[in-house]
């Protein structure tokens, strides 16, 4: 029998869905007692459990062949993967927010942003033009307008109700944010056609 | 001295000791003497050029990785990230029309900026190749065959070399989506391959049958199968079907002299670097994160030195495959050692020792 694939998951909600899609497509897995590596309940895939930004140095390095993550970790990895498959669940925008009645932003003039996603506000604004001085946060950045770090936030947006408490408020959605399947180039070029079949069978109707 | 400074060295650099460095210099003495054996010479290339020689021929991927530097002058110098460029210049500003075929190999460090997160990727050294002057079908056989040859030499079977050709790429798209075609094509980006077809003008049916042509890798018998059914829809312009013949000629050549596992059809290798013209090829060891060598033909590389000859070579990163081979300390001899009342003494008895072949220290 062939060795399991090896995919790489993020901790968290996306997890769970991916975990709830992959048994509609008959791949069983279910993860006990803490454990970080699983497998499936007919052992073709080895699954990893990984903190969502470290998903992509997984697989960059060939330990996860594939992974499942979100545009916004692939736009913080330098590194370049097979993109295999886009899902429909699991998205989410990727927004710039301020204080809410806060003036509309003037796009021509310097920027200044906390986010959790660097790399992406950089090229974000740097393809339309914009100076952005970027202040790098590692989480609940809808403090930094409330405290005045910075005047705007960059930040993945679901339901704005977390922006809303803080008193904040969407002023531009940037771009959609994707849940992609992705392959190292390498582990995929030797073992595409058995990625291929499972592809096939974790594509959505 | 800062503890950065004494315990670091610069991103993009690397030494390594002792049985490493022992292995690696066994493999590449089989290496050039594999080359040798087939009527290659060994060259040098300087560790640093002009950057304005090179500087239309540098990818954006490749400009932000190389080194610069400012000579004596105030020249602007890069230090050597692609052997095949700093070789093309040597070879075409020396070279004569009477030296043609001239086959060349080289074994070099090469020095360029990685990402922390690509630091295990091991591309600073390269052995590899040039033949020069060799057109076609042999040219291309003989480069794919050593490129087989020399990672048979690590003595692991596991590695594949995938073939695409840059010149179909060129039949299908036009000259000015050409590159941009090459580049979604490397990175299998096929919604942009589809955007970039309807830009040509192809029309809705015939564009999904282009990409899933595009997407195939596998061995040449399905490829034959996949070739038959796009020329019935007639789904490629029909200069295309030339290249296509072209990789079923090698392929199946390679095939009739009996390494016909070892290589594959892959269409989504149309070479990243843009001085790619014909063939283009990588080869993917199991385990090993991303490619451990690649190559191609550029037939108009030297053109751009001053010097119109047809070429085709490969570079193999070396470092990244010994990652995976067998320490083989055991079996290469330790030295012994040898004592004496002095060291006189010691000197006469390890010299007997060495006109026997053993190696003895004092």
Same mark, same amino acid.
């Given at each position: ?205 | ?64 990785? @190389? ?64 033949? @020069? ?33 840059? /010149? ?76 296509? /013949? ?36 990588? /080869? ?79």
């Amino acid at each position: 029998m062939a060795e399991p694939l090896t995919l790489a998951l993020p901790k968290g909600r996306l997890f769970d869905q991916i975990q709830d899609f992959f048994a509609t497509k008959g791949i069983v897995f279910s993860v006990e007692d803490r454990k970080l590596v699983v497998s499936d309940r007919d052992d073709i895939l080895r699954i990893f459990l990984v903190k969502n930004s470290d998903l992509p140095t997984y697989v960059n390095h060939g330990i996860a062949g594939l992974g499942i993550c979100g545009d916004d970790v692939l736009a913080e990895s330098e590194c370049q993967f097979f993109r295999l498959l886009t899902y429909s669940f699991g998205n989410t925008s990727m927004c710039l927010a301020g204080k809410e009645g806060s003036r509309p932003v003037a796009l021509d003039s310097k920027l200044t942003v906390a986010t959790k996603f660097p790399e992406f506000t950089r090229r974000h604004f740097n393809k339309r033009g914009v100076p952005v001085e970027i202040v790098k946060l590692n989480g609940s950045v809808e403090l930094a307008p409330v405290l005045g770090l910075a005047p705007y936030i960059v930040d993945l947006v679901e339901t704005g109700s977390t922006l809303k408490a803080n008193g904040l408020a969407v002023i531009e959605r940037l771009e959609d944010i994707k849940v992609r399947v992705i392959a190292n180039r390498a582990y995929y070029k030797l073992r595409y056609r058995e990625i291929n079949a499972l592809i096939d069978r974790i594509r959505e109707e | 001295m800062s503890e950065k400074r004494r315990l670091q060295i610069p991103q993009g650099t690397e030494a390594f000791f002792q049985e490493e460095a022992k292995r690696h210099r066994r493999y590449t003495t089989q290496l050039e003497e594999l080359f040798q054996l087939w009527g290659y010479l060994p060259v040098k290339t300087p560790a640093f050029d002009f950057y304005d020689s090179y500087r239309p021929l540098i990818d954006s991927g490749m400009e932000g990785r @190389i080194y610069r530097l400012i000579d004596r002058d105030g020249e602007l110098l890069m230090l050597r990230s692609d052997i095949t460029l700093f070789l093309a210049k040597q070879i075409a500003t020396s070279l004569r029309a009477e030296d043609l075929p001239l086959r060349v190999f080289y074994s070099d460090t090469i020095l360029r900026y990685q990402h922390r997160e690509d630091i295990s990727r091991n591309e600073f050294f390269q052995v590899g190749l040039e033949l @020069i002057g060799k057109p076609g079908i042999d040219g291309d056989a003989e480069a794919l065959i050593l490129l087989d040859k020399g990672l048979s030499a690590f003595g692991r079977e596991d590695y594949r070399i995938h073939v695409g050709s840059r /010149a179909l790429v060129r039949r299908i798209f036009p000259e000015n989506l050409m590159q941009a075609a090459a580049g979604a094509l490397c990175e299998r980006e096929f919604e942009s391959l589809s955007a970039l077809l309807l830009e040509a003008g192809y029309e809705s049916d015939r564009r999904k049958r282009i990409v899933e042509f595009l997407s195939f890798i596998g061995p040449i018998e399905e490829f034959v199968e996949l070739l038959r059914r796009m020329e019935a829809q007639a789904s490629l312009p029909s200069e295309a079907y030339g290249e296509c /013949a072209y990789l079923c000629e090698l392929i199946g050549l390679l095939s009739r002299l009996g390494m016909e596992k070892r290589f594959l059809v892959d269409l989504s290798e149309s070479g990243m670097q843009g001085y790619y013209t014909g063939i283009a090829f990588q /080869a993917y060891l199991a385990g090993a994160d991303s490619a451990v060598a690649s190559g191609g033909r550029y037939d108009g590389l030297l053109d751009h030195f001053g010097f119109s000859a047809p070429s085709v070579g490969f570079s193999i990163l070396q470092r990244k495959i010994e990652a995976f081979l067998p320490d083989i300390a055991p079996n290469l001899r330790q030295p012994e050692r040898v004592k004496g009342a002095d060291f006189a003494d010691a000197y006469r008895k390890a010299e007997e020792l060495r006109r026997a072949g053993t190696p003895a220290t004092i």
